[in-house]
């Protein structure tokens, strides 16, 4: 059994990986289907009998569920122990990508609401996992942030790293073979879990309405939550428009556009991985909240510049700053999260998982509502309010520090 560090120190990024691979291992599963859903929706649509807008508008149900059960099992994180929290998020998720593989309508639609519910699950109980591997306030801010980070660097690498096997057997083998690994990994946290010590004691109070009372009197954690919805409305929005705005404005070929995709991706991959070490190290010279009130600010700087800039390459530049920005402000507010929640880092995290799914929706439904009354000035216009909303309530954050 893993005994918490009692060490302040934080650990070197690899030292922790080694300690942490089973939550990286299972926050990089955890993508797969969802990424096999968009790699190949062309022809799971011809098999399903469907159009591809009909099929792909599916993906919202998972949304939807991702919401409903993150806020309705948000009090129970922290009264199970995480291993056996995480064992049955894996579980589902094997269950919904051998359901996805069926490649019928009804299959594909309990597809998407699985996905949804079994990600809100496994997400904040590997993250909360990782953090409890450490006693430090800095180290757990840490080993969460690099569970997010190894999470962002799948969602980059994961179209590529499936495409050859794809090759051989096909989308209904990706996911087959994501639900034979899911399942395994369920049975090896399910055992790795037992007998351990949920987070909170039994003898403490159990309500739904107590544990989000105890979340609130957390320091920031309402402001917290809302610029993580906010920022993830922002930011998913605009790239739900991402390509049809480089095709309207720089006719790039698709095949162009996978390389501004991968800018974009990388861009927030490392800054996600270097603001979290940052953040951990003991000579950090600005805060985590003045660090998260300044990524929001050049966010906001940059969504507003991103629609009128007149060159490809400074839109390109934009584009970067865009991904790396909204990374080192989702790396602020994990740590933040971690360090100030204590035992109800699960709780926090679970809440903070499913505003972010919220904002993942708002985000796409609102940026289109603006590019339909106001073309992409409506757009920025829309984005950029978004952003400032979240910048007033990180401002909140940093009253509370």
């Known amino acids: 059994m893993t005994t918490v560090t009692p060490s302040t120190e934080v650990p070197g990024d690899l030292r922790m990986a080694r ?39 599916l993906r919202g149900l998972g949304g939807l569920a991702a919401l409903a059960v ?20 894996l579980a589902l998720l094997g269950i919904s990508a051998a359901l996805g593989a069926v490649g019928n309508v009804f299959a594909l639609a309990a597809f998407c609401l699985l996905i949804g519910a079994s990600t809100s699950i496994l997400a904040p109980s590997i993250g909360a996992a990782a953090a409890d591997r450490f006693r430090s306030p800095a180290a757990a801010g840490r080993a969460a942030t690099l569970v997010s980070a190894t999470t962002s660097a799948m969602a980059m690498l994961a179209a590529p790293v499936l495409a050859v096997p794809g090759l051989i057997w096909g ?9 034979v690994v899911s399942l395994a990994l369920s049975a090896a946290f399910f055992w790795r879990g037992r007998g351990r010590k949920p987070p909170r004691s039994k003898n403490e109070r159990v309500s739904y ?7 609130a009197l957390v320091p920031g954690a309402l402001p917290l939550l809302a610029v993580a919805m906010l920022r993830t409305a922002a930011f998913m929005g605009y790239l739900a428009y991402l ?16 390389l501004v995709w991968s800018l974009s991706g990388a861009s927030f991959f490392l800054g996600n991985l270097f603001a979290g070490r940052y953040l951990a190290t003991d000579r950090a010279w600005i805060s985590p ?17 991103f629609y009128f800039s007149p060159t490809l390459p400074l839109t390109l530049l934009l584009t970067a700053l865009m ?53 992409y000035p409506g757009t920025a216009l829309t984005f950029a309010a978004i952003t400032l909303i979240a910048m007033l309530c990180a401002l909140r954050v940093r009253s509370a520090e």
């Open 19 to 57: 300690r942490l691979w089973p939550f990286l291992l299972a926050s990089t599963v955890s993508l797969i289907p969802f990424t096999v859903f968009g790699m190949y929706l062309v022809p799971i649509a011809q098999t399903a009998g469907g159009s591809v807008a009909e099929i792909g508008g």
């Open 70 to 89: 993150g806020v309705s099992l948000a009090p129970l994180m922290d009264r199970v122990a995480r291993e056996l929290v995480a064992a049955g998020g």
């Open 171 to 179: 989308w209904r083998g990706n996911l087959l073979a994501a639900s």
């Open 209 to 215: 309405l107590a544990t989000y009372r105890d979340l």
């Open 243 to 258: 390509a049809a705005f480089y095709d309207d404005k720089f006719d790039l070929a698709p095949g162009w556009f996978a």
């Open 289 to 305: 909240e003045k660090l998260l009130l300044s990524g929001i600010t050049v966010a906001l700087v940059a969504v507003a510049a």
């Open 323 to 375: 991904g790396a920005s909204h990374a080192t402000v989702a790396a602020c507010v994990t740590t933040l999260l971690v360090r100030r929640s204590g035992d109800l880092r699960g709780s926090a995290l679970s809440v903070n998982a499913a505003g972010m799914s919220l904002g993942t929706f708002l985000g796409a439904a609102i940026g289109g509502l603006g590019l339909g009354l106001g073309g």
